[in-house]
């Protein structure tokens, strides 16, 4: 503590001295990314670890991802500060309306086209401002940007497994020795749990108890790396998410939802992705876009929305990938369109103000308080975060420092400093 203060003065000196600020480099930064953990999940499971990080550094008590509550658009709002429409990764899936053209999740992560819309994530911000970056497993960083890619990239295989707690460990190994053998600056650190076990068995279920376990003591091996590797003064860490999860409600509790018995989506519709959880798309073929909103609206448990009148905070309605028509089911429901192919127990993509959508935010280093219980924020305030913490200037963003200021130590203390 004495000695930070102390390079502070030097750095402020520095500063007045030079009549301009300094680019003085800040600390290290992971940002690491458990898919699908919400908020509770660690309230009814023992998580010594995740106690301990509480303790040490902030415990947000929820955060908000935006909507679309999917991993692709959240994770890539929370790496660009921007909102959905903005980045305009607006699926899981890469589509395009116009030719038909479906591609799954895992594919998309090597498409540019997908990605690269125009909007600039924290990777090539960062490194267009000197800092080494590299991203492992994290949604986006495996594709370039305006023709740039990200310094160091690890992606997952298609086929790739996510729970194996090896594996887990020497991912953070490697990590680890990224910082501090070649000096990254930037690291975005993914895991595909405890997503893949809460749309299987289900949030409920004792599986999800077991894996939040499991990451618990993945993060005390962290704790443990980071020591090994004399990094404690130097790096920060934030533990974050994309969504929440909730239970699916199936028969006999529940009809589920068949569009088809309310809209003959052959004659009415000429693209659609409706079978994909809770939140549905549709293009209405020409001159019957009126007919398809009253016809799904007559549906139950869904609300459905034309682009146009969506609701202004989701922020999606201005994007131009989004296609007319939009149905978000109820918390729990999940839509099909003919038949119900529809597989998974627990399940996310619902309404972003939904308690079982809200996602965690841990985190903890030098910059950080300790012992700090912060109230909710939206995810969309992490990026400015990042950027402070980088100490590099961010890219034109749709967050804002004032809300998440106040988790760091030294907050506004650069901003303080008067020239005489
Ligand atoms: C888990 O990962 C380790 C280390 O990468 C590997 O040796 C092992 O075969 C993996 N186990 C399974 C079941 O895939
Ligand atoms: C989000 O930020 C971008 C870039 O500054 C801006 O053009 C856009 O209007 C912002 N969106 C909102 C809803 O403020
Ligand atoms: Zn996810």
């Keep these: 503590m004495k000695m930070r203060l102390e390079l502070f003065l030097v750095v402020a000196a520095a500063v007045c001295a030079a009549g301009k600020p300094l680019n003085t480099a800040g600390n290290k930064l992971l940002l690491i990314s458990f898919d699908g953990f919400r908020w509770d999940y660690d309230q009814d499971v023992d998580t010594p670890n995740l106690d301990q ?22 994770h890539f709002t929370t790496i660009t500060g921007r909102w959905v429409e903005d980045h305009e990764v607006i699926h899981n899936m890469m589509f395009n309306p116009k030719t038909n053209l479906k591609i799954p999740f895992r594919q998309t992560l090597k498409k540019s086209e997908w990605w690269d819309t125009g909007v600039q994530p924290l990777w090539i911000t960062a490194q ?24 160091r990239v690890i992606m997952r295989s298609i086929n790739h497994k996510y729970a194996n707690e090896t594996e887990w460990r020497e991912n953070i190994d490697k990590v680890m020795s990224w910082f501090s053998e070649e000096d990254f600056d930037l690291v975005t650190l993914y895991y595909g749990e ?18 939040i376990q499991q990451i618990d003591r993945t993060l005390g091996y962290l704790r443990e ?37 309310y809209l003959n989506l052959f004659g009415a519709a000429s693209f659609e992705i409706l079978d994909y959880g809770g939140f549905g798309i549709l293009t209405p073929k020409p001159g019957k876009e009126q007919e398809v909103y009253d ?6 448990n869904v609300k459905v929305y034309k682009k146009e009148e969506i609701p202004e905070d989701f922020h999606l309605a201005k994007s131009k990938r989004l296609p007319p028509i939009v149905v978000v089911a109820d918390l729990g429901y999940n839509l099909n369109s ?3 192919v529809y597989v998974n127990r627990g399940d996310h993509g619902y309404h972003n103000g939904e308690m079982d959508m809200k996602t965690i935010f841990r985190a903890f280093g030098p910059d950080f308080k300790r ?3 912060s109230e909710p924020f939206d995810s969309i305030h992490i990026y400015p975060l990042m950027c402070k913490l980088l100490q590099i200037e961010p890219a034109p963003h749709n967050g804002s420092l004032s809300v998440t200021e106040n988790l760091l130590l030294h907050s506004g203390e650069s901003d303080s400093v008067v020239c005489q």
Excluded: W
Aim: aromatic share 6%; no cysteine; charged share 20%.
């Design 225 to 261: 790396a980071i020591a090994r590797h004399q990094l404690s003064d130097s790096l920060n860490v934030i533990i974050s998410s994309d969504h929440g999860m909730t239970t699916v409600k199936k028969k006999p509790q529940v009809n589920e939802i068949i569009l088809n018995k």
């Design 295 to 300: 016809a799904l609206s007559k549906a139950p």
């Design 338 to 340: 003919r038949l119900i």
């Design 53 to 74: 990080l509480a303790e040490e550094g902030i415990k947000a008590k929820y955060v908000t991802p935006p909507m679309l509550t999917m991993t692709s658009p959240s």
């Design 194 to 211: 405890p997503d893949n076990v809460g749309h299987r068995k289900g949030p409920d279920h004792p599986d999800r108890k077991t894996i």
């Design 371 to 373: 012992n700090f219980v």
């Design 128 to 151: 267009n401002q000197g800092l080494k970056t590299a991203s492992f497993f994290y949604p986006g960083g495996g594709v370039t940007y305006n023709g740039q890619a990200v310094n």
